[in-house]
């Protein structure tokens, strides 16, 4: 069983930049896809970035390309994401999770983090 923990999250000012990271313990990571999803107050949870099994596939939300990059090192057993040029409307809790594929639906994953909390002043 993978297990996974977030970290990275802060406060942060418009325009700033922040990297998330996403820690996995247990066996096998190399085989997963890994995603990134994020959930504002109030709002419902939604995709953000994903990553496949080898790394050589990578998908983002259209409000994200260009300003985000995600990434995973295997041997830290850690994904990653780069987020740049943060915007007020990024704000939310960020979850990492982990599946078969490197989709954009939530449904593909089988295992989530707690989450960490990124809040982006204007």
């Known amino acids: 069983q993978v297990q996974l923990v977030e970290s990275g999250g802060g406060l942060v000012q418009t325009g700033d930049s922040l990297r998330l990271s996403c820690a996995a313990s247990?066996?096998?990571?190399?085989?997963?896809?890994v995603g990134w999803f994020r959930q504002a107050p109030g709002k419902e949870r939604t995709f953000v970035a994903a990553i496949s099994r080898s790394g050589g596939g990578t998908r983002y939300a259209n409000s994200v390309a260009g300003r985000f990059t995600i990434s995973r090192d295997d041997a830290k057993k850690s994904v990653f994401l780069q987020m740049h040029m943060l915007k007020p409307e990024d704000t939310a809790v960020y979850y990492c999770?982990?599946?078969?594929?490197?989709?954009?639906?939530?449904?593909?994953?089988?295992?989530w983090g707690q989450g960490t909390q990124v809040t982006v002043s204007s």
């Open positions: 999770a982990v599946g078969p594929y490197s989709s954009s639906l939530e449904r593909h994953y089988s295992k």
């Open positions: 247990g066996r096998f990571f190399g085989s997963y896809g």
